[in-house]
């Protein structure tokens, strides 16, 4: 070949292949748009792994497939076998090299949370599985997917159906963890949520409040903190503000150290849990004040925000959590009691607060999602019990609206009154239970209305007394015959045997101490009769039978 042929071919191959770079710009320009556009995710170079998975994933580029293939082969070899512990690291690199496959990373959470949770024998040890599989979609996954409504609804339902449900046994073991958790950050008292979301947030928000010529910034030059961070840290450390900090500002500083106090806090949320107050005030001011402590109130967050991030703010998935949730935070979404100690105990009553949000949610649902019949249904459902609840704990207004609108969803449905429909509902419960079943029923409402006493929930209380005295009644009466010849012991008995046990051994020394104060506070002569406060000859409390 001539060298003028030579230079040809060069220059002919070097416009080639100009032309075809200047098309593959163009193209990527163009697919640069269109992720804009239609809120794709980038699936470019991994983050945070190990240095030689990040080296294959950059030399290999799209063979990286092949390697994520080879790790999937080997959690699942390692599940067969039991060994558990590698497969989170596994399934760390495996979101890496798959950052935008929600669908594996789901599986992944889902697989850790519930199958691999349910082989361990110890509370302990399925919690630290539920977590992980927690910690892989809220710590990782929703970082390279933060418009994922899949994700959102995935880790909402964890939340929700793992540790908010009581199909697994270790349920009050994770329902008392996860209170835990929360209350370590903020406290056992409910928050001042509002103040957390005013608080100023991160680095960038401390400096913009405090100045160099504050005297925050002073102290903290006393004090030998140099920056948020060092000061946050410090925080952490003692739990609360450092000594040194304190002794530096002085007295008359109140106001700045519960500012401070919020703002550390709500940081801490954000940090360790990825809650942003201000979007958990904007929950409440929506729905009503959750108790955010339990797993309910964590699930509506996520719903929430999977709705917040995606798009197009619509996601069936999500909306049908936000329901759910809510109805359960009316069921049982306040926290009288936890046990961070065994963590074995829990007591939980309805969250009245959230009552008309529940109704609502169900109504905008169902209008939004062309008048499902299911969101129809739920919300009938949900009328009905909360007109019981309503009922029960003495809101009888309250009660008495929901039922006529309950009437004029179901025509003809209701004709009783409302008293009537109540207590025919709690009827059915136990119209065909055995004596031993309606003793436990009765018994059981007994001992929850004296756990109530105890923490304070006099509403409570009563209303579990009262359910128990009038299952006793409507059971004795439609089982005459059978009561004649074994029927159930005088309610005063039943009543007895259970303060007894609960004086003896079933609750806590403190606890004991409280009761036998609450009852010798509503029973004086109980005192007088035994010497000692709260010593039983009486089986009831007045007002109560």
């Not at 046990?501 to 007088?528: D, H, S, W, Y």
């Amino acid at each position: 070949m001539s060298k003028f042929r030579r230079l040809v071919m060069y220059f002919v191959l070097a416009l080639v292949s100009a032309v075809l770079l200047l098309g593959v710009g163009l193209v990527e320009r163009r697919l640069d748009r269109q992720i804009q556009e239609h809120h794709l995710r980038y699936t470019g170079q991994v983050k945070n792994a190990p240095a030689l998975v990040t080296f294959t994933t950059v030399a290999l580029g799209s063979f990286r497939g092949l390697i994520a293939d080879l790790l999937w082969l080997r959690a699942g070899s390692l599940q067969e076998k039991g060994n558990y512990f590698e497969m989170v690291q596994l399934a760390r690199w495996l979101v890496d090299l798959q950052p935008t496959f929600s669908g594996a990373t789901a599986y992944l959470a889902w697989n850790m949370a519930y199958n691999i949770s349910v082989t361990c024998s110890s509370p302990a040890e399925r919690w630290r599985w539920v977590n992980e599989g927690i910690k892989l979609l809220r710590d990782r996954a929703l970082d390279y997917n933060p418009e994922d409504p899949l994700l959102y609804r995935e880790l909402g339902w964890i939340f929700q159906h793992k540790v908010g449900n009581i199909l697994d046994d270790a349920n009050l073991y994770y329902k008392n963890q996860l209170a835990s958790q929360i209350i370590a950050v903020v406290g056992r008292d409910n928050p001042d949520w509002k103040e957390l979301a005013a608080a100023p947030v991160g680095e960038k928000g401390f400096d913009a409040a405090y100045p160099a010529d504050s005297p925050l910034r002073k102290a903290m030059a006393e004090a030998k903190l140099e920056n948020y961070d060092e000061l946050f840290a410090a925080y952490l450390e003692h739990r609360g503000l450092p000594p040194a900090l304190l002794a530096a500002l002085g007295p008359g500083h109140e106001e700045l150290i519960r500012k401070l106090t919020w703002e550390f806090q709500a940081d801490e949320l954000r940090k360790k849990f990825k809650l942003d107050a201000r979007l958990i005030q904007k929950i409440n001011e929506k729905y009503g004040d959750l108790d955010w402590r339990t797993p309910e109130a964590q699930a509506i967050y996520w719903a929430t925000l999977g709705l917040e991030k995606t798009p197009s703010h619509r996601d069936l998935n999500c909306e049908r959590m936000i329901t759910q949730g809510l109805y359960e935070t009316f069921r049982s979404g306040r926290l009288l009691m936890i046990d961070d100690k065994d963590f074995t105990n829990l007591v939980a009553v309805p969250n009245l607060n959230v009552i008309d949000a529940v109704k609502k949610a169900y109504e905008d649902t169902w209008k939004a999602n062309d008048k499902d019949s299911t969101f129809r249904s739920a919300k009938i459902n949900f009328m009905k019990e909360a007109v019981t609840i309503l009922f029960n704990y003495g809101r009888f207004s309250k009660a008495e609206e929901y039922y006529q609108e309950l009437r004029k969803e179901e025509p003809g449905s209701y004709r009783e009154s409302m008293e009537e429909f109540v207590l025919n509902r709690w009827a059915e419960d136990v119209r065909d239970a055995t004596v031993k079943k309606a003793n436990s029923i009765i018994s059981g409402l007994i001992f929850q209305s004296l756990y109530y006493l105890v923490y304070g929930d006099e509403d409570a209380a009563l209303a579990n007394e009262r359910i128990a005295r009038f299952i006793y009644n409507k059971y004795q009466q439609e089982n005459a015959d059978i009561q004649q010849r074994v029927g159930l012991a005088p309610y005063a008995e039943i009543k007895r045997t259970v303060v007894e046990n609960c004086l003896n051994g079933a609750f806590t020394p403190t606890m004991v101490m409280i009761l036998r104060a609450k009852l010798a506070e509503e029973m004086p002569e109980l005192k007088q009769e035994t010497g000692k406060p709260g010593g039983l000859t009486l089986p009831g409390v007045p007002g109560r039978n």
